[in-house]
């Protein structure tokens, strides 16, 4: 997150009061008013954060983007712009994007929860569930009470197959307010019905093997 206290422009403080409030379309204005005045980088750095988060509030994603794209001509370096990319690009579907962006976040500041939870995120959807858990790991080590990164951990053991361990994350991320608690559980219930129909198909045909491999053919006590 951009550091509010760098803001001093009356515009910009009353953008961040519109958005606190909820009114972010109004928020949006008043940050680009403060931009067309705002000379000092670091503020203008803020103000473009803001204004990405207002526009993402409005589900304006291209705008976003592109405030945070400003963003990167004053510091390139700055670890919360790029994972606010990735996490739009993963709100939009751009995966690619949202994964480079996520990876750059991190090698900035290794230490970014939000980002690893998201970079876990991204993996899932892309169908690599061994970068997830990695991922996943780092941001559960740094806050082992970050209720997406076990809800998402959850999520990646039940692809692993290892459903039980899936329920306990499961368990924890409720624990810690993770509010889909219930509707991810069903899914996991599905998955426990799915196996148990496929572990007894499998025990039918290994006894219909074993009735075959072992029956009296017919005749054969009166031929003996």
Not at 81 to 99: D, Q, S
Not at 200 to 210: F, I, K
């Amino acid at each position: 997150m951009s550091d509010t206290r760098v803001i001093q422009s009356q515009d910009g403080l009353a953008g961040i009061e519109a958005y606190t409030r909820g009114d972010h379309a109004r928020a949006a204005v008043l940050f680009r008013q403060a931009l067309d005045t705002a000379t000092d980088p670091a503020e203008r750095l803020a103000l473009l954060i803001h204004l990405s988060n207002a526009r993402d509030a409005e589900g304006a994603f291209t705008d976003a983007l592109d405030a945070l794209r400003l963003a990167l001509e004053i510091d390139d370096g700055d670890t919360a712009v790029w994972n606010n990319i990735g996490v739009i690009c993963l709100k939009i579907g751009r995966l690619a994007e949202a994964r480079e962006a996520l990876e750059r976040a991190v090698s900035l500041n290794p230490s970014n929860v939000a980002a690893l939870v998201s970079l876990g995120s991204v993996a899932l959807k892309l169908s690599d569930p061994g970068n997830a858990k990695a991922a996943l790991e780092r941001a559960l080590d740094l806050a082992p009470g970050h209720p997406a990164a076990h809800a998402n951990m959850a999520i990646t053991l039940a692809l692993f197959g290892r459903i039980e361990e899936a329920e306990e994350e499961l368990r924890i991320a409720a624990l810690y307010g993770f509010a889909d608690a219930e509707a991810l559980q069903s899914r996991f219930d599905r998955l426990k019905e799915i196996r148990a129909a496929i572990i007894a198909r499998r025990d039918e045909e290994r006894e219909d093997e074993t009735d075959t491999d072992g029956g009296t053919m017919a005749g054969e006590d009166a031929a003996a």
